[in-house]
């Protein structure tokens, strides 16, 4: 340092000590003291109490607070620490904790962290001039940033995929029609994943409050995440693979459990539905067309003047008996749950509701009271196990009522004005927190509460569905984006929300298909609903006062565009419910973004090719506005067929598409495994006894494991499932099928082995006779216009077998 550095850090000095002022930033400062347990290093430092503790091989929990921390609690977090070999040593500058997987070096002077591999590679280090410091109430860690380093993740966040060089903000916030870029939307997840240096990490920010996240935003020195109250309290997620890192998430903040196979159907929505010949046209009308579907869900306009726990007496004389001729057609009902409830002398909810003093109060403990929906209305208070008790009894109401689904919305907590006072006080399980701790939670919160109430009503397994959430959402619910626009860019946005949610750890999402506000184009409805077909949530809906948007009302054509892919994702039940089995058990998402397993591959990122998504492991889905009459595919390494017609494509390319209004382009990966079945209009109903195996010949060694249950219960927790993991070896050029596990029985007695790209040369090996077929996976679109051209039958030349479905392990040769 110069004299004259050393002298104006003289004068600064001088400045504050003779003004009295005080540094309106507070650093941690030094250590001053520290204890050593053995997984555990507490401290304290010149301004702040702190702790670090090794929560697994590959994650390392930091708290730090200005005050001694806090009784330890998180509505996020299921995972106890795993016992761990952890190595100690400390000298006087920094201790040093070191697993088989990661070591992380503590600086005392001043604290700051830094983690590095175990070979000594730096992933991810405070910032060393800013470290960790508060303004005021404001708690902030800055992180170096490292050449190159790429950002992702982040939940439900607007955007490009990498989201270096932007700042985002976690406060659940009601954002009608909002625009591709706005931020925050409706649900927050504090966690993200940096990539460098063919290194990934994952960060999760554990508080409540609201939180922001820059990614070098506005400055080209750090990351940094932040939080305007609370403690510093994050887990840093350490793996050589990015899908490693989602695993280990979910695990700290668990997994989803397995949803009923009705949910994974088709859902026709709108707001709204209404009065119930209106509801039974609509069923009708689905299947006289022949449009598969499991699900209708009915709007605020099924209450009784928009009061939760009534029905609508003029619209719904007996929703029970309607709700029972829908189940009947083989649809699932399910209805719009909203928090507030109107003060309104009379009303049973509401008066039962003060009775037994579950509302969320003012410091004055008077009941806090905003317009919504039905008008003034007081809000249970989710944070409180009183709260959740008595909403367990009140969601019976629909139960008893025939309904199977619940959709929790305006749960941000959404009301007119948008203003919601800080002094509102929470529960939080006992801890008491004001609304700034306790708004990012509620939705949560109400979300658990439902599922938990519908469980309880039902003993079976309830769809929930929420528009607001917190990290740990994916226990409980499906999300879906929200109130988005009738736009060819709010389609692809969306695309990139459900991949995003994918990075953070939310398998079950889903947006409103043809947008939700505004009226879609022909070809834009037609793009979407192609679109939808690969996503794990499969929900059109759109808005009052908006065109009827059921596939008919766009045409003949696209009601047979739509009818094709619809068809297609019920004949790909079996792999959708397999990829779902993989996602309650792993955490891996359905929607996957190119970067799970592409994740140091520059293409990735660039703007022409971040919205494709693989759709579990083996479909590679490439979404186009419904204007391109062209656009560019990267195909990562690997071989590719094209899912119409069998085309191979190499991999590590890119390629120019004609692209098609009658098909999306959709791509199989060589080495997949794809299990269909016949076409079904309803989960109901059964498919034929054969489960069609799709082989696709490739260059890597692949496994896919076959799942199935009864679809509705909890048995399988027991044991009750069938499950089969079938290996695709490519050096050994077999495919083996190992013992089934697991005590169910298979809805499919033989198995119709499907070879995709196998020629005469591989002399495939099985106990039944090959034979040469064309399938088609897609139905020709009709020709409407008598002078226009008949559009070809397209489909794949393949060799097929059917075989017995043993049991037992056997190989098939080639």
Not at 91 to 98: A, F, Q, T
Not at 583 to 609: I, Q
Not at 679 to 689: A, R, V
Not at 712 to 717: I, L
Request: aromatic share 14%; net charge neutral; with cysteine.
């Amino acid at each position: 340092m110069s004299k004259f550095s050393i002298f104006i850090l003289f004068l600064v000095a001088a400045f504050f000590n003779v003004s009295g002022q005080q540094n309106p930033v507070l650093s941690a400062g030094d250590v001053t003291s520290t204890s050593i347990e053995t997984q555990k290093l507490t401290f304290k430092t010149t301004n702040a109490f702190g702790e670090i503790q090794v929560y697994s091989p590959n994650m390392v929990r930091v708290r730090l607070d200005k005050k001694p921390l806090a009784k330890d609690f998180s509505y996020a977090v299921v995972m106890q620490p795993q016992k761990t070999n952890v190595k100690v040593s400390q000298s006087e500058n920094e201790i040093v904790l070191l697993t088989d997987s990661l070591k992380a070096v503590i600086s005392k002077k001043p604290f700051a962290v830094a983690f590095f591999t175990t070979d000594g590679k730096l992933i991810n280090q405070d910032e060393k001039g800013l470290q960790n410091s508060w303004v005021a109430e404001e708690v902030t860690a800055y992180k170096q940033m490292q050449p190159g380093e790429r950002f992702v993740g982040l939940g439900e966040k607007n955007g490009n995929l990498d989201r270096k060089g932007n700042g985002y903000t976690n406060w659940n916030y009601d954002a009608f029609g909002y625009s591709t870029g706005q931020d925050p939307l409706y649900s927050s997840i504090p966690f993200y994943i940096g990539i460098h240096n063919r290194l990934n990490y994952g960060i999760f920010l554990d508080n409540t409050y609201q939180t922001d996240f820059n990614f070098g935003a506005s400055n080209n020195r750090f990351s940094s995440f932040s939080a305007q109250g609370g403690e510093l309290n994050y887990y840093f997620i350490y793996h050589t693979q990015l899908s490693d890192i989602v695993k280990s998430y979910t695990a700290l903040t668990g997994r989803m459990k397995m949803p009923p196979l009705w949910s994974l159907g088709y859902q026709q929505n709108r707001y709204s539905y209404y009065p119930e010949t209106e509801v039974m046209r609509i069923a009708q009308t689905l299947r006289e067309k022949k449009i598969p579907a499991d699900g209708i869900t009915l709007d605020i306009h099924y209450m009784d003047q928009y009061k939760l726990f009534t029905w609508d007496k003029q619209r719904f004389g007996d929703p029970l008996a309607m709700n029972k001729k829908l189940k009947a057609m083989g649809f699932k009902t399910t209805v719009i749950v909203d928090p507030g409830i109107k003060v309104e002398d009379g009303y049973a909810a509401y008066e039962d509701g003060v009775k037994k003093n579950i509302f969320v109060k003012y410091v004055d403990s008077t009941n806090f009271t905003a317009q919504v929906w039905p008008g003034w209305c007081h809000f249970p208070d989710f944070t409180s196990p009183l709260g959740r008790n008595w909403w367990h009894e009140k969601i019976k109401f629909f139960a008893n009522t025939g309904v199977d689904g619940i959709w929790n919305d305006m749960n941000e907590i959404a009301s007119w004005g948008q203003k919601m006072p800080s002094n509102i006080i929470f529960n939080y399980d006992g801890a008491l927190a004001s609304h700034k701790q306790a708004h990012n939670v509620y939705g949560l919160q109400m979300a658990r509460s439902s599922f938990e109430g519908m469980v309880q009503a039902t003993n079976k397994r309830p769809f929930n569905l929420t528009r607001a959430g917190y990290a740990g959402l994916q226990r409980y619910t499906a999300i879906w984006t929200g109130d988005n626009r009738s736009e060819e860019d709010h389609m692809l946005a969306g695309v990139r929300l459900l991949n995003s949610l994918g990075l953070s750890g939310v398998a079950f999402t889903g947006m409103d298909i043809g947008g939700f506000t505004g009226n879609p184009s022909i070809s834009l409805y037609a793009r979407w609903i192609q679109i939808g077909a690969f996503n794990p949530y499969f929900r059109n809906h759109t808005a009052v006062n908006t065109k009827s948007s059921e596939p008919w009302a766009y045409g003949e054509e696209v009601t047979e565009i739509s009818r094709n892919f619809i068809n297609l994702r019920y004949k790909l039940l079996p792999y959708l419910y397999s990829t779902f089995n993989e996602a309650a058990k792993t955490g891996m998402p359905v929607v996957r973004s190119l970067a799970f397993s592409n994740t140091h591959e520059p293409k990735v990122y660039d703007g022409k090719f971040q919205n494709q998504f693989m759709f579990g492991q083996a479909f590679l889905v490439a979404p186009f506005e419904s204007t391109k009459e062209y656009g560019a595919v990267f195909f990562p390494k690997g071989n590719w067929y094209s899912l119409y017609n069998d085309e191979q494509v190499a991999g590590d390319t890119e390629k120019i598409l004609r692209l098609s209004l009658q098909q999306l382009p959709v791509f199989v990966k060589g080495g997949s495994i794809v299990p269909m079945q016949s076409l079904i209009q309803n989960t109901t109903e059964k498919p034929s006894d054969t489960l069609v195996l799709h082989i696709y010949r490739g260059m890597q060694n692949n496994k896919f494991v076959y799942y199935e249950d009864d679809g509705e219960t909890y048995n399988y927790e027991n044991g009750d499932y069938y499950q089969r993991e079938i290996n695709y070896d490519a050096a050994q050029r077999k495919i083996v099928f190992n013992q089934v596990d697991g005590n169910f029985k298979s809805k499919f007695t033989s198995l119709k082995l499907v070879f995709h790209g196998f020629d005469d040369k591989d002399k495939i090996q099985t106990s039944g006779s090959l034979k040469a077929e064309l399938i088609s996976f897609i139905d020709p679109v009709s020709r409407f216009d008598p002078q226009g051209f008949a559009n070809p039958t397209i489909g794949c030349n393949v060799k097929t077998v059917i075989i017995a479905n043993d049991k037992n392990r056997f190989e098939i040769k080639y």
